[in-house]
Structure formats: structure tokens, C-alpha cells
């Protein structure tokens, strides 16, 4: 199994920023993808950005390119989301993932292993 534990999740203004850190731990976990969705009120969970076990592969939602950055430190096994000139839009639920492959995919149903989630408010 992989536990995931999200932190960073808070309130912030219009135009500032949030770090979210996701740490991965547990006996399956070793080169796995991993991935950030998110979820507002009463709309569907969705993509936002993705990155490859080697970090040199990542993938973002065209609603965050040039705002949001993902990375990853696998020493500390830990997948980073860094995210600037936030808008109200982005106002959600916040989940980290993990994927069995090394290989990222933009899907849901490609991560078999999730975070409880972290709330992210932002206000105009």
C-alpha cells in the first residue's frame, strides 16, 4: 500500500500564492508518478497537474500552465505544488495521487492511491 498526506491547503487573496506538499510513504511506493487533482463544490474532480518518477516529465491542466509548477524531491518522497497568481477559480479541495507506473497520465482512473485532500480557498 501508499498512504499520501497533503499539506499546505489554506485561505489566501486573489493573487497569491500556496505551496501544497503531498509525503508519500508505505511499502509499495518507489518509482510511482504522482499527481494533483482537485475538487470544487458540486462539480466534478479534475486534473491539474502531473509529474513522472523521473521529474523531468510534467504535465499541467491548460486552466494552470504558467501559474502552478509541480516538482518532486524522491529522496524525501514528496511531490511539491507550487501555485501563483491564484484566482477564485481555483477554490477546491486539493488531492495528491499516486499511480502504480512511473509514467504520468492526466486521468483519474489512472491513480490507484489518494490523499485525504486539502481545502484551498481563495478570496477575491
Known amino acids: 500500500q501508499v498512504q499520501l498526506v497533503e499539506f499546505g491547503g489554506g485561505l489566501v487573496q486573489a493573487g497569491g500564492s500556496l505551496r501544497l506538499s503531498c509525503e508519500a510513504s508505505?511499502?509499495?511506493?518507489?518509482?510511482?508518478?504522482m499527481g494533483w487533482f482537485r475538487q470544487a463544490p458540486e462539480k466534478e474532480r479534475e486534473f491539474v497537474a502531473a509529474?513522472?518518477?523521473?521529474?523531468?516529465?510534467?504535465y499541467y491542466a491548460d486552466s494552470v500552465k504558467g501559474r502552478f509548477t509541480i516538482s518532486r524531491d524522491n529522496v524525501r518522497n514528496t511531490v511539491y505544488l507550487q501555485m501563483n497568481s491564484l484566482k477564485p477559480e481555483d477554490t477546491a479541495v486539493y488531492y495528491c495521487?499516486?499511480?502504480?507506473?512511473?509514467?504520468?497520465?492526466?486521468?483519474?482512473?489512472?491513480?490507484?492511491?489518494w490523499g485525504q485532500g486539502t481545502q484551498v480557498t481563495v478570496s477575491s
Open positions: 495521487a499516486a499511480r502504480r507506473y512511473p509514467v504520468a497520465i492526466t486521468t483519474i482512473l489512472g491513480y490507484e492511491y
Open positions: 508505505g511499502r509499495a511506493f518507489g518509482r510511482n508518478a
Open positions: 509529474i513522472n518518477w523521473n521529474p523531468d516529465g510534467t
